[in-house]
């Protein structure tokens, strides 16, 4: 990898932890222009009109209350606003689809006040018959994640979570998780893996790979999210009818259409919220050229 590329990728994901300056410049109207590519408005109206929009498109959506590292009201707030979410959408004629992070329902204050919040959320997705994704995190966070969505899936909730390709112990965990039946979203990973990291990213591409063949050979529902054409393409055989493609809202946009027109299943995973700093700096953070691409929409050329 280029050393450059390293250490900006190092210095953004620690930037996207930095949840004071987050605060601060989230705050900006400046900011908040910054990163409309990325994000898809302020509140839940905005949000569904975005899916609405992408409906129109042939794709479907999950829609994601942004919001990290949060406890207390702020992160009652972000469940009751997941849970609106997928009222909605049910509203709107759409698919109610969330993805949810734990550390945005109160991680922090242990597992069984997350477990709460997610609980009353995955209540609303059952009635509304929808289906809520819990995001893959920090990899201190991981242990907790697989035994709350376990637990869920046990008692009959429409859960799914995702797994990192660029962790080792994704090969456990894609074990432990397919044989519980849990959905998977196969992801490379966009958090830092510390110690239990597989490699550079030729490395990454392998176990996504290798993983991707262990998920197709189950029968949990599957959903590869990757903006790498290549990797989609060399996958597009065995999933045919298997596995759906997932992209970021913003992110190759060219390459949806394309895999649609493929035949592909083409879900946008799609944030909008006031809380944007961790996640945009974590798509900067995979590639500096949209950092180049920000600063150019905020000083005009
Ligand atoms: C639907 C979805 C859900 C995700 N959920 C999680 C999750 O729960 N946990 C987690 O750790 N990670 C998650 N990720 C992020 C993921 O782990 C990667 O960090 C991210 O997708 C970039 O990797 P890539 O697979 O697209 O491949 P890369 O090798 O990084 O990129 C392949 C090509 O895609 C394009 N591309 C990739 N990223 C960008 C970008 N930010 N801006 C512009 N072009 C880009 C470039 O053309 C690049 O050459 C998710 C990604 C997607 C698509």
Not at 207 to 224: G, H, I, K, Q
Request: proline residues 4%; positive net charge.
């Amino acid at each position: 990898m280029n050393p450059l590329f390293s250490v900006s990728r190092a210095v953004l994901l620690r930037m996207s932890r930095a949840a004071a300056l987050g605060a601060l410049v989230q705050r900006t109207s400046w900011g908040r222009r910054a990163v409309q590519r990325f994000v898809a408005g302020n509140t839940i109206d905005e949000a569904v009109a975005a899916a609405v929009e992408m409906k129109g498109r042939g794709f479907t959506v999950t829609l994601d209350r942004l919001g990290e590292a949060s406890s207390g009201a702020k992160a009652d707030t972000y469940a009751a606003d997941a849970a609106r979410l997928l009222e909605a959408q049910a509203a709107a004629g759409l698919e109610p689809n969330v993805s949810v992070k734990l550390t945005a329902i109160g991680l922090a204050e242990g597992s069984a006040v997350a477990t709460a919040r997610l609980e009353r959320i995955l209540m609303t997705a059952q009635r509304v018959n929808g289906f809520v994704r819990v995001d893959a995190e920090h990899a201190e966070s991981l242990d907790a994640l697989h035994e709350i969505v376990l637990a869920a899936r046990a008692a009959g909730r429409p859960v799914g979570t995702v797994l990192q390709a660029n962790m080792r112990r994704s090969v456990a965990d894609c074990e432990r998780l397919t044989s519980a039946g849990v959905p998977i979203r196969l992801v490379k990973g966009a958090y830092d893996p510390g110690v239990d990291g597989v490699g550079d990213p030729v490395a990454v591409d392998a176990a996504y790979l290798a993983l991707a063949s262990t998920l197709l050979a189950t029968s949990v529902p599957l959903a590869f999210g990757t903006h790498d054409e290549r990797i989609l393409t060399q996958l597009a055989e065995r999933s045919r009818g298997r596995a759906e493609a997932q992209l970021l809202y913003g992110v190759r946009s060219d390459l949806a259409d394309r895999l649609a027109t493929a035949g592909w299943r083409v879900r946008i995973y799609t944030p909008y919220g006031p809380d944007w700093w961790p996640y945009s700096l974590r798509r900067m953070a995979e590639r500096p050229a949209n950092l180049r691409f920000v600063l150019r929409s905020l000083f005009g050329r």
